[in-house]
């Protein structure tokens, strides 16, 4: 392991000295994953009442060592913590009580770690708790404690594994009454990870670094399990393709199984794809996954589809995977199934899927799973590798604190969470605007454009607020191969689609019907017919890939479906002056969409279009200067004469306003609207009769 210490950005005081522990290990996933792990130091600082007591200063629930800041740590009292290294037994309830009443500053800090108490009872001031893959791959073993006896003999300490909370802070009590021994640097629980100390914090870094050097030379001197060789894997093409087949099924199935509308993450990283391809694979994967921290974040085993599975076979394995899973919580007591059950699906020769309620949360999947996967591979090098029982690993997926967290994290919360969107024009004007509302109401979104440079800029903007939320793909509207691709693009980011908002535009030539050009015509139904025709077909197949997930009548809003919403503008219902070309591009995209309604609405997939007029984007100002200039005025005549029109007598209309109704549109509430239009600031002349 490499020592990244540096004394010059490590701090002055204990809290920063330990922000800076906290973050070291958190950049390093052999270390910890995503959310996993925990630190503290005991210090002693004033309470609320200006007096000086023993505080411990601990990580608090739901921060990340890579990001944490001083904020994210809770101070507690030691002296009130004392209670729970005096009880002989505890409820989760009675715990999370106790270090509630001891938090020094209940107002201000976070719940403290569950961890807290293992860490009140370890007498050094600096303590780190890691996942790390090294020792792990030792005590992820049938012969966990003769492992890591081998390795480091009685210079590390060992305990047998138990619950985290209250269970492993009694049982590691209770097993050195007398005392950790005089040597130990640090303790290694059995498949859960290691515990480190030092009365500094350079020396709790140092024992890290020491403890995980050694097991890391242990490893490299023996033959590591080579994932790799049973399934061909196909060529990069060839699995983007079949991966962009099988998502939308596999997220069909997931809704089905576990009744929450997630978003996948696909991954054929040379790591993932050696291993999931390999002979023996399934039988692996069967064990479990590293700790009980990653049946939390990636469930407790994937599910591994058959080599070369068709799409028509992806149900029966779910089935198949679910069956056995029902089995597995009646036996040990269970039988509700948990809502995110299942998180990890593994193509051979294809890749692996990881699901969440967000990217973001099937991103944390991924890195929990790729670090299960090194686990594996250097546990069957010491011996074999062997995770939690049954028993145990059901204990953890309904352990309450937990549960409560992640169920609390799955609720809908806004009307587009768990959606997932694709805007076609989403550079600039209507396009853009309506992309940043879907995300700002839960969506992720692909913003697809010609203009890559905006569609990034608005994707930028996005990500800003809500990281992972957004990204975007260059699309020329006109090539029915770039609808395509745009189209599989969103799919292989986010695993499906629910919502195709088409917007993209191409401002008219104005000119008379009678020397109207060809290429006027076919530019105007290139991009706003044809395009949207080419971009509806794959959109469609991959919602009715999805499938519906409810049984027939049980009713549109539960079902999957999905949501075609185009942007149709006044000009198709009412004439332009020299815009002939342009309104009947849109008025055959009305009539598109009117009969995609009528063929679709069955599967819950609805087809409507906005009818906006005068909004205010680039395209719309260039046909402002176009007109001026036509008439030989200025384009303030020209912009009084629209505010003239307009029933709201306003000349221009924000896009804003549009993006208003298209989240309507896109929003499980319009769920039996469909071949509807909804006019926008359009003038009277443009309300459709």
Known sequence: MKDLWRDEDAGADDVAQLVYLSNLIGADVDLVQPGGGNTSVKLAEDDVFGERVEALVVKGSGTDLRTIAAAGFTHLSADRLATLRSSESMSDEEMMAIM???????????VPSVETPLHSIIPHRFVAHTHDVATLSLSDTPSARENVERVYGTGVAFLEYLRPGFPLAKGMAERYADGLPEDATG???EKHGLTTWGDTVKDCYASLISIISRAEEYLAGREKRSFGGAAPALDGAGRREAAAGLAPIIRGELKRSVAWRPVLAFDDSPEVLAAVSSEGFAELAARGVMTPEHIMRAGRRPLVLPTNVPPTDVASAFAGFRADYERYLAANGQDEPIPDWLKVIAAPGVG???????RRSALVAATCYRATLRAIASAEAVEAFQSLSDADACEMEYWPLERRKIAA????????????????????????ATAIRFAAEGAHVTLADLDLAGARSAADEINAASPERAHAVMADAGDPAAMENAVREAVLRFGGLDVLFYSPGVAPRLQPVAEMADEE??????????????????????????????????????SFGGRLIYNASKAAFAPGEGAAAYGAAKAALVHYARNAANELSRHGITANYINADAVDTPLFRSLVKERAESRGETEEATLARYAERSIFRTATVPPEAVADAALWLASDASAYTSGCVITVGGGAEAMPR
Request: net charge positive; aromatic share 4%.
């Open 521 to 558: 015509v076919r530019a105007q139904l290139s991009v706003h017919y044809e395009g949207a025709v080419a971009a509806t077909r794959a959109a469609s197949r991959v919602m009715l890939a999805q499938g519906p997930s409810t049984p027939a009548g049980a009713g549109l809003r539960t």
């Open 352 to 358: 692996a899927f990881f699901a969440g309620k967000d």
């Open 409 to 432: 994290g799955l609720k809908v919360a806004k009307p587009l969470d768990g959606k997932i969107a694709l805007v076609i024009g989403g550079a600039s004007g209507i396009g853009r």
């Open 100 to 110: 509630r009443a001891c938090m020094l500053f209940p107002d201000r800090d976070p």
């Open 187 to 189: 303790l290694v629980m």
